[in-house]
């Protein structure tokens, strides 16, 4: 792994009194797709939310090689970090076009224009059909691209994705994936938060298997889809519930 972008070490992070993170320690170099696997419950989520601000945490975390672990989310953001929740998080009542305006706050805060989003039609032909419809009617596959969509727009150095592949049909997911695999082509550093193990290893360069609040695992992307533990214990249920 080359020169790390984002750097955590002996994170702990929980809710309340409740430690769900138990001494994390996790890199992410500038340019990667890095992913981290592992089964519900195990803290997959929250090492997101601890990273964007949303949780309060222990241990160090390195932005560019700086601390920031006191930081707010607010700054975050304006450091370059974006995280594109679950839940997708859009603002049903609104278009589609103004939910990706309003992506590139960050982009004004810093005294930029807008950034066009003729990059983001071109990653989604789809949104621009339907750039005037309400993100509330969008399909589950449409509400996916609009939240991928609405992040590229701040123009991030770090994208956070929180099970992208959630609830959507197998070619949209395909197609998500082919999405995420061309982004690095762009130099926008991701970090892939995904249940489906099996396509996450296939786009990802590095992988850390999460369970239980610890990385059980680590390692090369394709070693890992070769080790026999990740082999049996989620590539071979991926495999018999296709």
């Known amino acids: 792994m080359g020169e790390p972008l984002l750097e955590v070490r002996a994170l702990?992070?929980?809710?309340?009194?409740a430690m769900v993170l138990h001494g994390l320690n996790l890199k992410a170099d500038k340019g990667s797709v890095v992913t981290v696997i592992g089964p519900n419950g195990?803290?997959?989520?929250?090492?997101?939310?601890?990273?964007?601000?949303?949780?309060?945490v222990?241990?160090?975390i390195d932005w560019r090689g700086r601390p920031i672990a006191r930081r707010t989310l607010e700054e975050r953001v304006l450091d370059g970090m974006a995280l594109v929740p679950e839940t997708r998080a859009l603002f049903a009542s609104m278009s589609v076009k103004d939910n990706l305006?309003?992506?590139?706050?960050?982009?004004?805060q810093l005294g930029r224009p807008v950034p066009s989003m003729d990059?983001?039609?071109t990653l989604f032909p789809r949104l621009q059909e339907r750039s005037a419809q309400l993100a509330g009617t969008l399909s589950g596959g449409e509400r996916q691209m609009l939240a991928l969509g609405r992040a590229l727009m701040g123009q991030p150095e770090l994208l956070m994705l929180d099970e992208p592949s959630l609830g959507l049909a197998p070619l949209i997911v395909k197609s998500i994936f082919a999405t995420i695999a061309s982004l690095r082509a762009t130099g926008v550093t991701i970090l892939l938060v995904e249940q489906n193990a099996r396509a996450a290893l296939e786009v990802a360069d590095y992988a850390y298997v999460l369970e239980m609040g610890e990385i059980a695992l680590e390692g090369p992307a394709s070693e890992l889809a070769r080790d026999p533990r990740v082999i049996d214990t989620y590539l071979g249920a991926a495999r018999a519930g296709r």
Do not use: I, W
């Not at 195990?42 to 309060?56: D, F, I, Q, R, Y």
């Not at 305006?101 to 004004?108: A, D, E, F, K, S």
């Open 42 to 56: 195990a803290g997959k989520s929250t090492l997101l939310n601890a990273l964007m601000g949303v949780l309060p």
């Open 12 to 17: 702990q992070a929980g809710y309340g009194r």
């Open 119 to 121: 990059g983001v039609y």
């Open 58 to 60: 222990r241990g160090e």
């Open 101 to 108: 305006l309003l992506g590139g706050y960050r982009q004004v």
